[in-house]
Each structure stands twice: as C-alpha cells, then as structure tokens.
C-alpha cells in the first residue's frame, strides 16, 4: 500500500514557476513509477509526466515537455514537479500517481492516486 499526499499547489503568474511535491508512505517507493496527471474544470484527468523506478527514463505529455521536470528523491520518498513558463492553461488539480513497477500514461493503469492540489495559473 502507498499513500500520497501532493503539497506545493497555490497561485502562480504566466510565465512563472512553481514546484509541487509528493510525499509517499510505505517502504515500497522505490518499487513504484511515479507521476503526475492534473485535471481541469469540466475536463477529464489527463496525463502530464511519468518518471520510471529508478529515475532513468522520463515521459512527458507534449503540452508540458520543454517547461516541466519531473525529479524523484528515493531516499525521502518524494517526487517533484517543477513546473515552469507557466501558462493559463496549466490551471486544474493536480494528481501524483503511482503505478507498480511500470510507467503509466493512462489514468486507467493508476494503483495510487493522492488527493490532488489546485494550481491556478493567472495571465
């Protein structure tokens, strides 16, 4: 069992930055691929980024490759997400996921979801 609980969420500016984290219980973490799916007013949850076990391989949708880095720290069981050259269209509710040993594009193949944290993006 993993539980994730995302942190760093708030307001930010076009163009600015923000970072979210995701802190994880269980001493399985490691076992886990880990992401990020975010999900917009009157939109379903979509993909944002994907970072794989052991941190060596990284997927990113093609709305956000370019301007976020997905980064894990194993010994603290946490993931981030640095979100830069923020856009109005960034704005929805952001979701860490993990999925057991496998990436995961799809909120279908989530074993893990936390409760989310608003970003809102202003212009």
């Known amino acids: 069992q993993v539980q994730l609980v995302e942190s760093g969420g708030g307001l930010g500016q076009a163009g600015g930055s923000l970072r979210l984290s995701c802190a994880a219980s269980?001493?399985?973490?490691?076992?886990?691929?880990l992401g990020w799916f975010r999900q917009a007013p009157g939109k379903e949850r979509e993909f944002v980024g994907v970072?794989?076990?052991?941190?060596?391989?990284?997927y990113y949708a093609d709305s956000v490759k370019g301007r976020f880095i997905i980064s894990r720290d194993n010994a603290k069981n946490t993931v981030y997400l640095q979100m830069n050259s923020m856009e109005p269209e960034d704005t929805g509710v952001y979701y860490c996921?993990?999925?057991?040993?496998?990436?995961?594009?799809?909120?279908?193949?989530?074993?893990?979801w936390g409760r989310g944290t608003q970003v809102t993006v202003s212009s």
């Open positions: 269980g001493r399985t973490f490691s076992s886990h691929s």
């Open positions: 996921a993990a999925r057991i040993r496998y990436m995961a594009l799809s909120a279908s193949d989530i074993d893990y």
């Open positions: 970072m794989s076990r052991d941190g060596d391989s990284t």
